[in-house]
Every structure is written in structure tokens, then in C-alpha cells.
């Protein structure tokens, strides 16, 4: 089965930080990747995806993730935060079939203004 | 609709009544999902539907969960003799086809079992 694991709990990051929040998966065979995003109020959406291809991928609101295979990571990254960007951040993970996804605990990030 | 709907927004329940969680997914979107998520955790998969048949139910903890989509479009979660540990939010979200595409996400229903 498949399971997915980020490191961080709780990052708290100020204004024009750099930020990385770590995701690994535990599958052997084909796998997509997603990133989701929930800001306080609202419903879970969804910031970038992987299916295959350039293992950088690039999503909205200047969000990147970039997939090593051989490390099952699929880290987010994001070279200059802002006061905006506080939300909980979920990976996850489905088979190649695409049918069941797994997420994450989820990394809250507070940015301080 | 513009998007995925989900009534009510909250319930509040005593133990051991019966209560049914709403779902109106996007126009079009044959894949449904429901998803729980407690506190400080992700969401935890509970049931996929394609088109009226639940393609998987492994997710669903025991025979008190129970979920239909009759038509293939609204979809209805049920939760007998409920628990105080079913106390979570329970999503809904649908895609367009169930292969890689993209979950689209209700706000949810946050379950309440005093």
C-alpha cells in the first residue's frame, strides 16, 4: 500500500524566506505526484501535479516541486514566500492507475508579515 | 455547478443517531470521492465511485459507513449509530474521469457526535 510522509510539521517562515517542505512516498511502481493546498477557510486545491516527464514541475502562485525518483521525494519549493502563501500544504500519491489517492499529514506554514 | 458542493456545511449529531452527509460534484465529473480528515491530519480515503458503482469502498472503517450515488452525479454518505470518533470533516471531491485527473474538493461537512 501505498503511504506518503512530510517531515515538517509546522513551518513558520517570515516575509521574502525561502521555503522546502518535504514529502516522500513509499510505493514501487509508477507514480503521480500532486501538491495541494488549503487556505484558512477554504476547500483543499490543487497547486501542481506530476504525472511524468520534466521532474521539475512548475504550478500557480510561483510554486515549484521537483521529483527524485531515487530518493521517493517530491519536495515543494518556493524561492520568496509571502504573508499569502499561510496555508496547509498536503502531498499526495496515486498509482498509476490514478484511481486512489493518498495524502500526506500536511505541513502548516504561518508566514510572518 | 461551479463547483463541488457538499450540505450541510455542519452537523452536530448526539451518539448513536443516524445522519447523511450530501455531495453534488462538478457537472460532468464521473469520479466521486469522499475523504475524512480529523484534526492536524490529512485526508483519509474513504470510498471512489465511477459513474454509479463504488469502484472501491476499502476505505470506509466498518459496516455503520455506508455511501450511494445513484444516478451517477449526487452521491449521499451515511453513518449509522454514530460515534464519538466519527466526530471529523468529511470531504467530498470529484474528477473528471478518475484517471490522474485532478481532485476537485468540497468545503466539507464538519461531523460533530457529542
Known amino acids: 500500500a501505498q503511504s506518503v510522509s512530510q517531515h515538517n510539521h509546522h513551518v513558520i517562515l517570515s516575509e521574502a524566506a525561502s521555503l522546502e517542505l518535504g514529502c516522500n512516498y513509499s510505493y514501487g511502481g509508477t507514480v503521480n505526484l500532486f501538491w495541494y493546498v488549503q487556505y484558512p477557510g477554504q476547500h483543499l486545491q490543487l497547486l501542481l501535479k506530476?504525472?511524468?516527464?520534466?521532474?521539475l514541475v512548475k504550478g500557480i502562485k510561483g510554486f515549484e516541486a521537483e521529483f527524485i525518483k531515487s530518493k521517493f521525494s517530491f519536495n515543494l519549493r518556493k524561492p520568496s514566500v509571502q504573508w499569502s502563501d499561510t496555508a496547509e500544504y498536503f502531498c499526495?500519491?496515486?498509482?498509476?492507475?490514478?484511481?486512489?489517492?493518498?495524502f500526506g499529514p500536511g505541513t502548516r506554514l504561518s508566514v510572518l508579515p | 455547478g461551479a463547483g463541488v458542493s457538499q450540505t450541510p456545511s455542519n452537523k452536530v449529531t448526539e451518539k448513536g443517531k443516524y445522519v447523511e452527509l450530501r455531495c453534488d460534484p462538478i457537472?460532468?465529473?464521473?469520479?466521486l470521492y469522499w475523504y475524512r480528515q480529523s484534526l492536524g491530519q490529512g485526508p483519509e480515503f474513504l470510498i471512489y465511485?465511477?459513474?454509479?458503482?463504488?469502484?472501491?469502498d476499502s476505505g470506509l472503517p466498518n459496516d455503520r459507513f455506508f455511501a450511494v450515488r445513484p444516478e451517477g452525479s449526487v452521491s449521499t454518505l451515511k453513518i449509522q449509530r454514530t460515534e464519538r470518533g466519527d466526530s471529523a470533516v468529511y470531504l467530498c471531491a470529484s474528477s473528471l474521469d478518475g484517471y490522474n485527473s485532478p481532485l476537485h474538493f468540497g468545503n466539507g461537512t464538519r461531523l460533530t457526535v457529542t
Open positions: 499526495a500519491v496515486t498509482d498509476n492507475y490514478g484511481q486512489n489517492f493518498v
Open positions: 506530476y504525472f511524468s516527464g520534466d521532474p
Open positions: 465511485f465511477q459513474g454509479t458503482g463504488a469502484a472501491d
Open positions: 457537472s460532468g465529473h464521473t469520479a
